[in-house]
């Protein structure tokens, strides 16, 4: 393998804290969500909300080079993420995530081709895969 890039960030203070990137391109406060028990604070993020928009970026990326690959023209991609923290029957937590995918001009069929392929290259799935749940859809529709 070849090191291409190092992402740096540091957290202080857990979810109540901060958490910023070694270049100070991002500082973000941190707090838990009012469905959680926390203040529900506006101007507050928590760390599945920076995941869910790290994953629809990358996601959309993804969709971008199976097009290439495929041969698609593609315009406007949207892919909006939700990630879910889950209480396990057996006691603990989870993530889940939800990615659905707007994919204009481009008809069902080649849209879930294009997802499928997205999904088998994307970071974020190669990461996550196996470990979590991860739902995907085309225009409201289940891949």
């Avoid at 849209?111 to 996550?128: D, F, G, K, P, W």
């Amino acid at each position: 393998m070849t090191l291409l890039f190092t992402a740096e960030a540091t957290a202080i203070g857990g979810r109540q804290g901060y958490a910023e990137t070694s270049d100070g391109a991002l500082r973000v406060k941190l707090g838990i969500p009012e469905a959680m028990g926390g203040p529900g604070d506006r101007g507050v993020t928590n760390p599945e909300q920076l995941f869910a928009m790290g994953y629809a970026a990358g996601f959309g990326s993804a969709i971008d080079y199976a097009a290439h690959l495929q041969g698609v023209a593609l315009a406007t991609v949207r892919v909006h993420a939700k990630v879910h923290i889950v209480r396990r029957d057996n006691g603990g937590f989870e993530l889940a995530v939800e990615l659905a995918a707007n994919l204009a001009g481009v008809d069902r069929d080649d849209a879930r081709q294009l997802l499928q392929t997205a999904h088998a290259v994307c970071l974020y799935s190669r990461a996550t895969r196996e470990n979590i749940v991860v739902t995907i859809r085309v225009d409201g529709v289940e891949t």
